[in-house]
C-alpha cells in the first residue's frame, strides 16, 4: 500500500473534495501533537484553499478514478 507523501492526491475518509498533499508535517504543541499533520491544497470555485489534515483522516485516491 502507497504511503501519504508529498503530491499525492487524497479525500478525507468522511468524503470532501480531492486534495493534493503539499507536505507531511508535524505540529509543535496543542491536542495533536505527535500525529502527522498532511498540508493540502484544493480548489473552492478557482479559488486555491488549503489546511492541514491528521494523516489517520486521509485516503489516498487512486490515479485512475
Do not use: N, Y
Not at 25 to 34: F, I
Amino acid at each position: 500500500m502507497a504511503s501519504i507523501t508529498a503530491g499525492i492526491v487524497v479525500q478525507l475518509k468522511s468524503g470532501g473534495p480531492c486534495m493534493t498533499v503539499r507536505r507531511i508535517h508535524m505540529p509543535t504543541g496543542g491536542s495533536l501533537q505527535g500525529i502527522s499533520l498532511a498540508d493540502c491544497q484544493w480548489f473552492e470555485d478557482q479559488k486555491a484553499v488549503s489546511g492541514d489534515f491528521p494523516v489517520v483522516s486521509l485516503e489516498i485516491i487512486p490515479d485512475d478514478e
